[in-house]
């Protein structure tokens, strides 16, 4: 079992010693005692995943195709 620290934003669970939230990125330093809610979990228990990920964007279906790269041709050897 371990001691954590629950994100007051996304509510994922950090380590004690964790400076920012390792799922949304927020500062844990210096919360006020009326944010800071610890949390008892048995080892190997993940935390929940945030609400949100933000993600690549994706190509936009207007975007002309890549043309095809050109077959290398073999190096020649030096006699």
């Not at 993940?46 to 190096?75: F, G, M, N, T, V």
């Amino acid at each position: 079992m371990g001691l954590r620290l629950k994100c007051p934003g996304c509510q994922a669970t950090n380590l004690l010693t964790a400076q920012v939230c390792s799922a949304c990125g927020r500062s844990l330093d210096n919360l006020p005692p009326q944010q800071r809610v610890y949390v008892i979990e048995a080892p190997g228990a993940a935390s929940p995943p945030p609400a949100h990920r933000p993600q690549a964007p994706l190509p936009s279906p207007e975007a002309p195709p890549k043309a095809p790269r050109k077959p290398s041709q073999p190096r020649k050897k030096k006699a």
